[in-house]
């Protein structure tokens, strides 16, 4: 009798926050439906915030299945509060990577028992502890970066930017100075680092400094690092991370699009806050490229005199705007209407909302959506180029600033908000800069080019990127881990 192999199984754990969960999700859908056994772990936060954002909403829990294979959804613990409107802090956050460590660990003893036991982990990016785990349980292990390569490629080099005294970087000269060894990027200067990099002590002192640090030393070990972006996009970073540094690293992204190999009616839930899909019926009343869409992603939150400076601008150039304000991004637990300035929510109703959530891809891939002022989150960066989308880029926090770099000078896909070497926001300019991107010269030249990177992310869906997961697919097929 013919002995049918049973499929590969994988365990993929990300962490709580959507910029993490939606690539997550995109790659177990796509898994799944290539024939491959998954279990999706989910910490507790995550999977309450989940069930209720989708309650009465399709896609929905519990554990769904694909044409072909299982998604398992798994919860563990992770000592955060489950309140949407609660904010979560950094430390609390980093703390939980350690929680849900003892929670895999849990799981992984009682998979290891079952008739078909994992054959390999795929972690977050800012998991640290893949390694230690897969040597305990005798597992290939994987990395996915929901960043960019380029992203990633500046962290691995941070120890040569200590080594070198560009860090600490003391004062503002010394975060101008353009940083150009970095092997297959453009020079960059030292206000492009992810912040927490920008230090001005000593950085064997500073917690997220070294907390960096070791997710960087930790990928050196994985067998296969899976980053969620396009060949095509960051080719010379990804071939200088492959030669020069010796990563096995594969562009699998633009992962929200991979969906289209599996069904995506299917896909376990994976909004953490309940969308307000009303946007869109008020979108489609208004005119082609009219609406500039701003939302600064799932965790950050903007200062209120920034909010404040961006409203006046916005009022004062006479643009129709969609403005996603999260309920954990209130300060204080201010109410929307008085984080704005006053009148400014009745004054520009004719033209404009506000809302807690949106759902942004269906926001950027609507025909009146000009476009984007973001944080510059990965995910929106790529959801924006993807829908052929020009960016108007606020970086915030984690990866951001470099993000922007490669967005302005690398891609030409959009513009800062911020004036060069100014740090606040400040109502001329925003208003300049949202009426250049929307109307003007810059605005029109920018879209011809994200037009052209729209085209190059579908072709690496059917291209570069679909190779690059098939053959991830096949080796764990065949054990080549
Ligand atoms: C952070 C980092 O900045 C990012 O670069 C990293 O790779 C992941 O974590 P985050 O603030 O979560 O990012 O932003 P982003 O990466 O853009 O992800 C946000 C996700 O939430 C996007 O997929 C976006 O579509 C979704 N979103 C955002 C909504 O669905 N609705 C909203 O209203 C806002």
């Not at 997710?215 to 972006?229: G, P, Q």
């Not at 896909?267 to 307000?276: F, G, K, R, V, W």
Request: glycine share 8%.
């Amino acid at each position: 009798m013919e002995t049918v192999n049973a499929p590969p199984h994988m365990v993929l754990v990300p962490l709580p926050a959507q910029g993490h969960i939606n690539p997550f999700i995109s790659i177990a859908n796509y898994l799944a439906a290539s024939g491959v056994s998954v279990t999706l772990v989910r910490s507790a936060r995550a999977h309450s915030l989940l069930s209720s954002a989708s309650k009465g909403s399709s896609p929905s829990d519990p554990p769904q299945n694909t044409e072909k294979g299982k998604i398992r959804i798994e919860v563990v613990p992770d000592g955060m509060s489950v309140d949407p409107t609660q904010h979560v802090p950094v430390g609390t956050f980093l703390n939980s990577i350690n929680i849900i460590r003892n929670g895999v660990e849990e799981l992984l003893y009682k998979l290891m028992q079952e008739e078909q036991p994992p054959c390999c982990l795929l972690v977050d990016n800012l998991i640290g502890w893949g390694h230690d785990v897969a040597v305990k349980f005798g597992l290939a292990w994987m990395m996915l970066w929901t960043g960019s390569a380029s992203g990633f490629s500046i962290g691995f080099y941070i120890p040569q930017l200590v080594a070198r005294g560009y860090i600490p970087a003391i004062g503002e000269e010394a975060k101008q100075r353009i940083v150009d060894f970095i092997p297959g990027m453009s020079p960059f200067c030292i206000r492009d680092l992810p912040k927490a990099i920008i230090v001005e002590e000593d950085p064997s002192n500073k917690p997220m400094f070294q907390f960096f640090l070791s997710i960087y030393e930790s990928a050196k070990h994985a067998d296969r690092l899976l980053v969620n972006s396009i060949y095509e996009l960051e080719n010379s970073v990804v071939e200088a991370l492959r030669k020069e540094a010796g990563f096995k690293i594969e562009p699998i992204g633009p992962l929200f699009m991979m969906g289209a190999f599996s069904d995506a009616t299917k896909s376990p839930a994976a909004s953490l806050l309940q969308e307000d899909t009303s946007c869109l019926y008020w979108l489609d009343e208004q005119q082609e490229s009219s609406v500039l869409y701003i939302s600064f992603g799932s965790v950050a939150s903007i200062e209120e005199d920034a909010v404040k400076e961006l409203a006046y601008g916005l009022e004062a150039s006479g643009l129709n705007f969609l403005w996603v304000i999260r309920p954990d991004a209130l300060p204080d637990k201010k109410s929307v209407e008085d984080l704005f300035p006053e009148g400014f929510i009745e004054r520009t109703c004719d033209r404009g909302r506000v809302i807690s959530w949106a759902p942004q891809l269906a926001v950027l891939g609507h025909r009146v959506v000009g476009a984007f002022l973001t944080h510059c989150g990965w995910n929106s960066v790529l959801e924006s180029l993807c829908n052929g989308v020009p960016m108007l880029g606020f970086p915030l926090q984690a990866d951001q600033n470099t993000n922007l770099q490669c967005i302005v000078h690398d891609w030409k896909v959009g513009l800062p908000l911020l004036k060069p070497n100014v740090q606040q926001v400040e109502r001329l300019h925003a208003q300049w800069a949202m009426t250049a991107i929307m109307r003007g010269d810059e605005g029109r030249e920018i879209r011809k080019h994200v037009i052209q990177w729209k085209e190059v992310a579908i072709n690496a869906v059917h291209g570069s990127s679909k190779a690059n997961l098939e053959k991830l697919v096949d080796d764990l097929k065949c054990g080549r881990l």
